[in-house]
Nanobody
């Protein structure tokens, strides 16, 4: 079982930046692939970015590519999401997720945090 706790959400003006963090409750010998998802009000949850267990590969949705950066510090059991050039379309609840594999696979996101709210004012 992996407990995930997000932080860093808040209110920011359009064009601004935020850095989200997600701390995992325990360290493992084979770190899981991790990701950020988000859900806007009235919409389905969508994939934002993912990173492999050792941090050597990342993936991004087209909507955030070039603006967001996912990273991790396994020594601190922490996942990050640096978000730049934010727009109102980026607003929503951001969730941290852990995969069953170190190289993430679709439909294998089995651990979820409670989410952190991001609000972007225009």
């Amino acid at each position: 079982q992996m407990q995930l706790t997000e932080s860093g959400g808040g209110l920011v003006q359009a064009g601004g930046s935020l850095r989200l963090s997600c701390r995992a409750g325990r360290r493992t010998a084979n770190p899981a692939g991790m990701a950020w998802f988000r859900q806007a009000s009235g919409k389905e949850r969508e994939f934002v970015a993912s990173i492999t267990g050792n941090g050597d590969a990342t993936k991004y949705s087209d909507s955030v590519k070039g603006r967001f950066t996912v990273s991790r510090d396994n020594a601190k059991n922490t996942l990050y999401l640096q978000m730049n050039s934010l727009s109102p379309d980026d607003a929503g609840t951001y969730y941290c997720a852990g995969n069953a594999y170190s190289n993430p696979r679709d439909r294998s996101w089995i651990y979820w945090g409670q989410g952190t709210q991001v609000t972007v004012s225009s």
